[in-house]
Structures are given as C-alpha cells and as structure tokens.
C-alpha cells in the first residue's frame, strides 16, 4: 500500500505540495519547451505501489503545486542491478536533443571483497544512464552489463559534466565503504552517452574539507568521511563550483567547493557549507523568471525526507543563500 496519495504512482494527481511529497536525493529539470518543472527522486516499493525499484517524477508550472507521482524508469531484468536493491540519485539531463537519466544501481548479491580482506564487504554499485525522447520517459538503459564508472569501484550519484571543449564527463563520488575516505571522481564519456571513454580522474576527496575534521572528536573507532551528491556548475565569472554532501556532529551537510583552475582536474579548494542541519544532497536550477534556487532534502532518514528550496544568489565565484522558501515547502 502506498504510503500516502502523494505516493500512489497508480493515481497520478494534481494538487501535492512538497511537504507530502517523501523525496530523497531531489532533482528538478527545468523543462523550457512545456514552462514546466519536473522533480524526480526514487521510487521504492515499500512506499509506493511499484513491484521493483524506480524512479519518479512530479510536475509543476509554479514550484508550489506538484503533480504525480508518474513512474519514468523501473529496474528491467537481464542486467548487472538488481531490481530490489534500490535506485538511488536519479537525475535528468537534456543533452545533444535527448533526455539522460543518470541513476545509482546496486547488486548486494555480487561480491566485491569481504573481510577480512576489507573492513566492510564491498558490493557492485555503480551510476548507469538511461535514454528517452522525453523527460517523462520511459527511459531505457544504455549500458547492461555493468555500471559506467569501473566495475571494481563502489561508485554513487554520478552527475552529467560538459567541459569548455564540449566534451562530456560522468563525474561521481568513489564510496566510503570502499575507500575510507570517501573521494570525487570523474571519467569521459562517449559522446552519446552510452558508455566511458576512458579511464578516471581524481579530483579531491572529503577529509579535504577542514570543517569535516575541524568538528571530529578523539576516538577508538576508525574514521570515515562521506561523498556524497556531486552536482557542477559555471558561475558567471567563469568560476567551476561543485556542490556536495557530508556529515558533521549534527548530521548531513550541504557544502561545496571551487576549482582553482576553473577545470574539472582542479585542484580544488573547500569552501563552507552552505546548509547543515541534516540537510542535503542539493542541486541548484533556475526558474523561468530567472532566478537560482538550491533544492536539498531533509531530513535524511526515509520516509520522513522531505524535498526544501533555497533562494540562492549568484556571485562571481560562488552562490550563497538568500532564505529558506518556507511558503514553497512548508
């Protein structure tokens, strides 16, 4: 049974604001040719009426009343993922006339390592994209045998890159798990999408941010840092910036960083976070008059995850909060 209407893929309706909406991992594309904004997040069974793992969407012409929940990609069978194990980060990009889902997949039952060679066991996950002629899909996955990132690597919420020569990167995070101190990668892609094109670039990882070890506590456990929700854009002075997650004392945080070079290569310098308070995994978009909104969920743990909008302002080198829009998502 779905866990509200705001669930219910079966019954697609009008009406939902985002305080109903359980939204985990936010993304919206903002579609010009319909005026419409299209909000995607995971679709999982125990909270909707889906009989495998997918991915949903809602649309809005105002950002205030949303429609849905439509059902745009589901875990087929017959690839590397398996469709119980989850589909997380999923995100949509209008690219060369088509639309990209790029979503995380996972296989628990493929075994990477195990201790005690390993801390913890390391499983196959990994980013794969998805095609469609439309943002409301059905979208079909380009590469099945594998994720596109190395298939040895522990790989999450890869985004879509398009550097100053036009050429395209899936830039993703190297997961904790596997390597402690959780690290932003990036590989090139073809030029279709459908695969890599060779082999990954470190970029920086996440005990890099000196507020991450600023705030740790002597301890006897062994520490890890977090990499989560990598999201790139170009300020109007030309500046690279990346939005990210982690962790401090009171939970997840929205930070981000800027590249010294204004290229993907780096290096990359940390700056300080933008929200806190268990909140995260933000992406920034425009709306249609204009202006830069962050969208980010809190809290983090499910189904209680809800999606909340910042007003954001552009500088030269960065973006920084404006206000919490409370009258979008309260």
């Not at 012409?61 to 059902?71: A, M, R």
């Not at 594998?146 to 993703?172: A, C, I, N, Q």
């Not at 920086?204 to 506590?217: C, G, L, Q, T, V």
């Not at 700056?271 to 909140?279: A, I, K, M, R, T």
Request: proline share 8%; with cysteine.
């Amino acid at each position: 049974m779905p866990y509200n209407s705001a669930s219910d893929a079966s019954k697609p309706r009008k009406g939902h604001r985002l305080k109903d909406i359980p939204a985990h991992d936010p993304f919206v594309l903002t579609h010009e040719e319909t005026n419409t904004y299209y909000l995607y997040t995971t679709g999982i069974p125990e909270l909707t009426d889906l009989e495998r793992n997918g991915v949903l969407t809602y649309k809005s012409k105002d950002l205030l009343e949303w429609e849905g929940p439509y059902v745009v990609f589901e875990i087929p069978d017959g690839t590397w993922a398996n469709p119980t194990h989850g589909t997380w980060a999923p995100e949509v990009h209008q690219y060369n006339g088509n639309y990209y889902l790029f979503v995380t997949l996972h296989n628990r039952d493929a075994i990477l390592a195990e201790p005690p060679d390993v801390w913890k066991t390391n499983h196959l996950r990994g980013t794969s994209i998805a095609c469609s002629h439309s943002p409301e899909g059905p979208f079909e996955l380009l590469k099945k045998d594998g994720p596109v990132p190395p298939r040895d690597f522990m790989t999450l919420d890869g985004t879509l890159y398009v550097d100053e020569d036009r050429k395209p990167w899936m830039v993703y995070c190297h997961e904790w798990i596997q390597v402690i101190d959780g690290t932003f990668e990036a590989i090139p892609l073809k030029d279709d999408l459908s695969d890599a094109n060779g082999e990954p670039l470190h970029l920086f990882k996440a005990s890099d941010a000196p507020w991450i070890n600023a705030e740790r506590k002597p301890d006897v456990k062994h520490s890890v840092y977090v990499s989560d929700g990598c999201q790139l854009y170009r300020t109007k002075g030309g500046h690279l910036v990346m939005l990210w997650s982690s962790y401090n004392n009171e939970g997840y945080v929205q930070t981000m960083a800027r590249s010294k070079s204004g290229k993907l290569e780096g290096p990359w310098e940390q700056l300080d976070p933008l929200v806190d308070g268990d909140s995260g995994h933000g992406m920034l978009f425009r709306t249609f008059e204009g202006a830069w909104m962050l969208i980010l969920h809190h809290p983090f743990s499910t189904p209680e995850s809800r999606a909340k909008i910042y007003e954001v302002e552009e500088t030269e080198d960065s973006f920084k909060i404006i206000k919490h829009r409370v009258d979008l998502d309260g």
